[in-house]
């Protein structure tokens, strides 16, 4: 068998694309002399870097699955329709390289993720011992190349991070669910897990990783447990796949778990980020702060039964911000097209000093309007999935079993 290194691009072009040009092509400054955000020294902080690529926009997990839909491409799209991304602080993601993947993942399953791409298919051996070929983690044409992107964005990321405060948004970094030797969840390789364990060799001792996806971040959170360096904390819907992340679950005190009931509203996110995620976050004192920030907690979302609008997900991660010097946003699920575009261009535009609250120009309308989906919801779409960014705000009462989570998970 081929090894992965020679594979697909070939390690010499994997290794060309890690190299200094789109290092660069991330360091430029902003045109519009617009305020930066100023660093504890009173020094500005460098322009926030966004990092995507175009291997999201032309691959897909199949016509049926729910990553079916084009959602970086999506947010990429909106963004410079709309003004807020010149090319100066875009672009596009490195595929890391087999060895790179290897500083978390079992080298015999990169070594399968690459050969059931070469092969577009697998035997039932290997499917069944890396969770390969399964209804959620299917053959696709992309299945190595795609996911191994998305790392490299996230170490591209932490290497940028490592030079100094400042904030960089990888949409495409969320896979929040891979194990080290088996895919889970629609997720290959850990990007998250992959990028902090570079920030870690990079020498920072402190990073909190704040997961809002409605499904609980076990990828990560298993990857560092007993790891004091390394504090992950998770808000996800109770009593759903992956069913693990119960309030109680502290992996050995480098976790927070925060299972939230179903109908969960904007006022019991802003409830939970004030009294639960921000006082935690403060306590651990982060030298880096990771958020992943999944869209599949928003109401019109088909794989959760939370009911947030954007504003909740953009309130926690501007609340975030503030945590440490140095940030990295990374994405996670969300599986309509028009919530997840929407929810990830406001995160840039919150990111970037721009206002998510804009209505969409011309040309981020036709954007939205050229979307599709397969799902019922998809077939006669609401006018505000193309006349907004913004959602109606969903407020609530804060109910019994949230403030018993909250006042559970300090304790
Ligand atoms: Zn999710």
Request: aromatic fraction near 8%; proline fraction near 9%.
């Amino acid at each position: 068998m081929i090894p992965p290194d020679a594979s697909p691009d070939g390690r010499s072009a994997v290794r060309a694309a890690t190299a200094a040009p789109q290092a660069r092509a991330c360091e430029g400054k902003r045109p519009d002399g617009r305020a930066r955000r100023l660093r504890a020294d009173g020094k500005p902080s460098p322009p926030p870097v966004f990092i995507g690529g175009e291997i999201y926009r032309h691959s897909s997990y199949g016509t049926r699955h729910p990553l079916s839909i084009p959602r970086v491409s999506t947010a990429i799209d909106l963004c410079r329709a709309m003004g807020w991304l010149d090319g100066a602080v875009y672009c596009d993601g490195p595929m890391a390289s087999a060895a790179e993947l290897a500083r978390f993942h079992d080298p015999a399953f990169i070594d399968a993720v690459w050969a059931a791409e070469a092969a577009q298919r697998v035997d039932p051996v290997t499917s069944a011992r890396f969770n390969l070929g399964r209804i959620d983690n299917p053959i696709f044409p992309e299945m190595y190349r795609r996911p191994a992107t998305s790392a490299g964005a996230a170490l591209l990321a932490a290497d940028r991070l490592a030079e100094g405060p400042g904030v960089v948004y990888s949409p495409a970094s969320g896979t929040h669910h891979a194990r080290r030797d088996r895919a889970s969840g629609f997720c290959y390789f850990n990007a998250p897990v992959l990028g902090i364990l570079r920030l870690l060799d990079h020498g920072f001792r402190r990073v909190l990783y704040v997961d809002i996806d409605a499904h609980h971040g076990d990828g990560v959170e298993e990857a560092f447990a007993g790891d004091g360096r390394v504090l992950t904390i998770s808000v996800h819907e109770a009593n759903r796949w992956p069913f693990t992340g119960t309030v109680e679950d502290r992996a050995g005190g480098t976790a927070r778990n925060l299972p939230v009931p179903q109908g969960f509203n904007d006022t019991e996110m802003a409830y939970v980020m004030e009294n639960a995620v921000l006082p935690l976050g403060r306590t651990f004192a982060p030298e880096v702060l990771v958020i992943q920030s999944g869209a599949d907690a928003l109401a019109e979302d088909p794989l959760s039964r939370l009911e947030l609008s954007n504003h909740a997900l953009w309130d926690a991660v501007r609340g975030l911000i503030p945590l440490a010097p140095r940030v990295l946003v990374v994405g996670g699920g969300g599986y309509n097209p028009w919530t997840v575009g929407r929810c990830w261009a406001g995160i840039w535009a919150i990111l970037s000093g721009h206002d998510p609250c804009e209505a969409p120009t011309p040309e981020a309308e036709d954007v939205l309007r050229a979307l599709t989906w397969h799902r019922a919801a998809g077939r006669n779409p609401p006018d505000h999935w193309f006349t907004t960014f913004a959602d109606t705000p969903r407020p609530g009462p804060v109910r019994d079993a949230v403030r018993a989570v909250v006042e559970e998970v300090l304790r």
